[in-house]
C-alpha cells in the first residue's frame, strides 16, 4: 500500500471495507461517486481555509468539524485500512 499505483486498487478497497466482493464495474462506479463526493467537500473547505485565513471570525471552528467529519466517515468506508493505526496512535499519544 506504499505505492502511488496500484492496479488492484478497487479490489484492495473491497477487501478493505468488511463487504462481500462485488462486480469490478459496480466497485468502479461506487469509488468514483466517493472520489467525487469527497473531493468536493475538500474543494469547499480550501476556499473556506483561505476565507478563514483572511477573516479569522468566519467559520469559527466548522472547518475542523468537517474534516473531521469526512475522516469518520472514510474510516467508516475503509476501518480495515492500515494507515487507521498512525491516526489512533497519534491520537493515544496526545491523550
Do not use: T
Amino acid at each position: 500500500m506504499k505505492s502511488w499505483f496500484e492496479l488492484n486498487h478497487l479490489r484492495v478497497a473491497d477487501s478493505l471495507n468488511n463487504r462481500p466482493k462485488r462486480n469490478i464495474i459496480f466497485l468502479y462506479f461506487i469509488h468514483m461517486f466517493i472520489g467525487f463526493r469527497e473531493a468536493l467537500k475538500q474543494i469547499l473547505m480550501a476556499f473556506a481555509s483561505i476565507i478563514h485565513a483572511v477573516f479569522p471570525p468566519l467559520f469559527n471552528f466548522k472547518l475542523l468539524e468537517m474534516v473531521i467529519r469526512q475522516a469518520i466517515g472514510l474510516y467508516r468506508y475503509l476501518p480495515q485500512h492500515p494507515d487507521w493505526k498512525k491516526l489512533k496512535d497519534e491520537l493515544k499519544k496526545d491523550s
